[in-house]
């Protein structure tokens, strides 16, 4: 059985509208109505692939890891959950980020191999990555040191770089769509869009925690694009650097306290090199942020000046640093 629906050769089909879905909120959704696949060790998601092991999941989407024979290798299966399998907008998603994948080429930018977008378990083939996440790292360490910062924010804005460049808006940086393999890859473009679509976005497109303002508040801030992408960048590093958030975290009671909140003081000393750079990100008026080749050009410098990381010693949150004056 031929299970590649798409070529080089063939290209892809035209989906405007995949991304032209209403904006949703985690809080909103009812999880109790989500079904699951239930798949174990050795069961058949199609011919010649294989489930090796549950990953996660989300609202629309179960994530397997595969053995494909075709392939020959481990890959990520990411399956539309049972109960939406004919459902218009999460097999236009899978779509949509699909054709997305299949059309960007960059080292730090997860890679798609293939997709079934029909039959009873429409799913994509992902690259599988070897590596925790970044909020993993975050939420057990604490922190990262300069040694591991610097050249993460590099990789990152190397990869936004090359997004905007290819008119595209990701919508969703965090620290939990980052895998630290080497390099380090953005993942999950389920909700990235032209920056056309982008700027037509409503309100509430992303996870509340790392939206802009512009995100949360178009008609206040001017409209979603590029600049959107670095704010998220501008919090995930503030985290990586302070193992919290700049801002007080989304709630029931108030979604989007970044309307109203200044950027929260850095819980440890971060050097001023890095600080200034990164609270740029956070300029709540999007052309005040600089572009993702800016800042890798201002950073990049800080490189010569750190310490050369050593096999085994160098592990996130353990490096001392002088306590902050008050």
């Not at 999941?57 to 179960?62: F, I, Q, S």
């Not at 799913?123 to 591991?148: A, C, D, F, M, N």
Request: net charge positive.
């Amino acid at each position: 059985m031929k299970l590649s629906l798409y070529s080089p050769q063939q290209g892809l089909p035209s989906v405007q509208d995949a991304r032209e879905e209403p904006p949703r909120r985690m809080s909103d959704r009812n999880h109790n109505l989500k079904q699951e696949w239930h798949f174990e060790a050795g069961n058949e998601i199609v011919p010649g692939r294989h489930a090796l092991k549950k990953l996660g999941g989300g609202y629309r989407y179960e994530a397997y890891l595969v053995w494909d024979d075709t392939l020959y290798a481990i890959v990520v299966a990411k399956v539309v959950r049972p109960n939406l399998v004919d459902d218009e907008r999460a097999l236009r998603g899978l779509r949509g980020e699909f054709e997305l994948l299949w059309r960007l080429n960059h080292p730090v930018i997860l890679r798609a191999f293939d997709a079934q977008l029909g039959g009873t378990r429409p799913h994509l083939v992902l690259e599988h990555l070897e590596g925790p996440r970044l909020s993993t790292l975050i939420r057990k360490y604490g922190w990262l040191p300069p040694e591991q910062l610097l050249p993460l924010a590099l990789q990152l804005c190397s990869a936004i770089h090359y997004l905007s460049s290819q008119r595209v808006c990701h919508l969703d940086i965090k620290p939990a769509n980052i895998i630290m393999s080497g390099p380090p890859r953005l993942i999950d473009l389920s909700i990235a869009r032209s920056v056309e679509q982008a700027a037509r976005s409503g309100k509430g497109v992303g996870t509340d925690n790392y939206m802009s303002p512009e995100q949360c508040d178009p008609d206040r801030f001017g409209p979603v694009g590029p600049a959107s992408d670095i704010w998220g960048l501008g919090v995930t590093l503030y985290q990586a650097a302070t193992g919290e958030l700049p801002f007080t975290k989304s709630s029931q009671e108030e979604r989007w306290p970044v309307l109203r909140e200044d950027i929260k003081p850095f819980a440890r000393e971060v050097p001023e090199a890095i600080a200034i750079p990164l609270l740029t990100c956070l300029e709540k008026s999007s052309p005040n942020r600089p572009t993702a080749a800016e800042l890798h050009d201002e950073l990049e410098p800080l490189l010569t000046h750190l310490p050369r990381p050593r096999l085994g010693k160098l592990k996130p949150g353990r490096l001392p640093s002088r306590p902050r004056r008050g």
